[in-house]
Nanobody
């Protein structure tokens, strides 16, 4: 069973940094590709980044390439998202997700397990 809990959100000024964490209390964390998605008020959810089971393969949305880094620590059952050079348009609720398979994907439908989200607000 996968149970995901995000943390690390908050209010930050433009240009600042935050690190999000996603802890899995289950026992199968290292069997799932993982990802971060985000959703802003009034908008559809967007893919942010994904990572393979081992962490050797990553994928990013163009809007965050060079600014965000996804990583994981399988020994700690934890997924991370380091966000640097934050912009007001990064303001959103951020969700971590576990894939139904080993495939690294940016498609919401490939992820069957979701956390409750953590809010990131970037002020200008």
């Amino acid at each position: 069973q996968v149970q995901l809990v995000e943390s690390g959100g908050g209010l930050v000024q433009a240009g600042g940094s935050l690190r999000l964490s996603c802890a899995d209390s289950g026992r199968t964390f290292n069997m799932h590709a993982m990802a971060w998605f985000r959703q802003s008020p009034g908008k559809e959810g967007d893919f942010v980044a994904a990572i393979s089971r081992s962490g050797s393969n990553t994928q990013y949305a163009d809007s965050v390439k060079g600014r965000f880094t996804i990583s994981r620590d399988n020994a700690k059952n934890t997924l991370y998202l380091q966000m640097n050079s934050l912009k007001p348009e990064d303001t959103a609720d951020y969700y971590c997700a576990a894939s139904n398979s080993i495939v690294v994907s940016g498609l919401r439908g490939d992820y069957g397990y979701w956390g409750q989200g953590t809010r990131v607000t970037v002020s200008s």
